[in-house]
């Protein structure tokens, strides 16, 4: 057995020496090859389906590129009903302004939870996690809600989430152990208080684990229609485009509506399939609009909590 795996393990390594690679590289390129076109394709198909004229999306079949021209027309139709525009802006609004608040508000509590020294800072840790594992329950934080006027506003969508108690950890940890302590007393030698040395030090030192943080909480708060559905519902000017995407794929009236619009702008009566996936491009595009931007950050603050020597 020992003399097969050395003569196994020789020619792997004549393989490489020859070719610069063997056939366990070739099995692992052609495995996450075939792996992330399996993943792609559907995404491809959605968008596919979504520019492809009317007259060739009935024909039905696989679509590998959009025959017979680009075609707008579904997207046309979603701009042109107002409900979707609206729709767009509050989830827009909604998810710059709730990002930009709980990432402020996470993370300057997260920096004074960190400084174990400070009097009130340990129990005050252990009542933040606790009520990761222990909620009010629907009915209390309804009636909460109302008590301090939250229920069918803008803020009940906004405000709830200021707090995020997972990626509160996360900054908790990342503060306590991956930011050097010695520039922290060089800035208080410098004369800067706590409140400088977060804005002028800490943040900046933090930018990976902000932007992966940050991008985390946007698309929570990009694909959020429960804080509408359970707290507002009967106000359409502030449902979020989540919840529109949600009513497109299974309310049929929502569909009847949108076609019946289709028809009275002259517009050929699209099928309800393009029009659901010319949607949830829409919905997917803003999000993937921002990753390019993040992208030098995202790929090392992903790897927060890992193991460090």
Known sequence: MDRERVRSATLRRSLRQRFGFNFYDIFVVVFCVSFAVICFYPMWYVLVASVTPYEEFVKGGILLWPTGGIDLQYYKMIFSN?????SLWIS?????????????????????????????????NVLTVFTMFFAGGLIPTYMLYMDIHLI???????LPYGLSITYFIIMRNYFSYSVPKE???AARIDGCNDIRVFFRVILP?????????????AVGF??????????????????????????VLTDTSMMSQLRSGALSVGAQLPPPMALRMATIICAMLPIMCVYPFLQKHFAKGVLIGAVKE
């Open 82 to 86: 107002s409900s979707f525009v609206t």
């Open 92 to 124: 827009a609004s909604k998810t710059v302004v709730g990002t930009a608040l709980s990432v402020l508000v996470t993370s300057t509590m997260a920096y004074a939870v960190s400084k174990e020294y400070v009097p009130g800072m340990k129990p005050l």
């Open 152 to 158: 069918r506003t803008y803020w009940v969508m906004v």
């Open 183 to 185: 520039l922290e007393d």
């Open 205 to 217: 030192l933090s930018k990976p684990m902000l932007a992966a943080v940050g991008l985390f909480i």
């Open 222 to 247: 990009w694909n959020d229609y429960y804080s509408y559905m359970m707290y507002i519902a009967n106000k359409p000017k502030l449902q979020p485009f989540a919840w529109v995407l949600r009513r």
